[in-house]
C-alpha cells in the first residue's frame, strides 16, 4: 500500500517547479490532489510567475498517474477565493488530509530602496497568503476527525539573514513562528504543523535573469553556469543546488504517517548551508 493512499491533499502554487513535483510525487503515493495558483503576474516581481498552461500540465501528470486532482486559478492572497475553491474541492472529494503552503514570490532591493509595492506583494502572497492557507484548511481538517498534516514551504531564509531580500526573510521568518504557533493550537486534534527550509532550488524562481544578477552582482553577462558556481559556495555538499523531488520527499515524508509524531519543526533540506 502507498503511503497516502485515500488521502487527499491540498497544493497551492501547483503551476509549476515545487508546487507541480508536490503534486506528482503525492500523487504517486496515493493521493488526490487539490491544486490551485494564480497562473498570472504578479507586477512587482522580476520573473515570469506560472501560467495557465503551466497548471494544465500538473493536472495531466497527475491524471497521468489514475489519481484525480481539481485545479484551479486561485490567488492566495485572495481569502475568499482560496475559501471558495478549496471548500469546492472539499466538497467534491469528500475529505482533505494534506496541505502544502507551498505558494511564494520573491523580489530583490535593498531595503531602503524597496517599493512598497514589492513589500506588500511578497509579504501578502508569503504569510498572509500561508495564514489564508491554514485558514480555510483548518475547518476541514478538523472536521475530517483523522488529524493531518500542514506543511509550509519556507526557506533558509526562515532562519539566516539575506542581503537585499528583507520582504522575502522577513515572510520566510514569519511562517515560522505561524507554524509554530499553529503546531500548538492543533496538536489536540491530531493536525501537525511543519515547516521545510529549502536552499536554492532549481526552478524558475531563481534560475531567471534577475536572480542571476542579484547572484553575481559583478558579471557583466552572468550565466547559469557561473551562478552553479557561486552558489555551491554557499552549500557543504558539492552541489548548487537541490531539485523540487528533494523538497517533494521531505514533503511525502511529513504528509505520511511515518512522521506521525513529528510537529512544530524546522526542517532544512539545504545541502548543508545553514551550518557553514
Ligand atoms: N526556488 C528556490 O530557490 C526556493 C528556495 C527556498 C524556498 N523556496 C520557496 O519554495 C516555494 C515554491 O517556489 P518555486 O521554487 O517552486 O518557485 P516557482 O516560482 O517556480 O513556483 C511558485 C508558484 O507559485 C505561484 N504563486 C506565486 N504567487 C502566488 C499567489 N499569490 N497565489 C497563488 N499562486 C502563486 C506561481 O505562479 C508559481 O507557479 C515558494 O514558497 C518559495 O519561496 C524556493
Redesign the pocket.
Known sequence: MSRLTGKVAFI??????????HAIRLAQEGADIIA?????Q?ES?P?P???WD??AQTVDAVEALDRRIIASQ????DYEATKRALDDAVAQFGRLDVVSA?????TIARSQDMSGEAWRDVI???LS?VWHTAKVAIPHLIAGGRGGSIVI?????GLMAMPNLSS?VAS?HGVVGLMRTLALELAPHSIRVNTI??????????INDASLRFFLPDSERPTVDEFARVSQQMLALPIP?VQ?LD?SNALLFLASDEARYITGITLPVDGGMLIK
Open positions: 497551492t502554487g501547483a503551476a509549476r517547479g515545487q508546487g507541480r513535483s490551485t495558483d494564480i497562473c498570472g504578479i516581481v520573473y510567475m506560472g501560467t503551466d497548471l486561485t490567488d492566495v492572497r507551498n505558494a511564494g514570490v520573491c501578502d502572497t508569503n497568503g514551504t519556507s526557506s533558509v531564509g522575502y520566510k527550509l529549502p536552499t536554492q532550488v532549481e526552478t524558475p524562481m531563481i543546488w523540487p523538497i
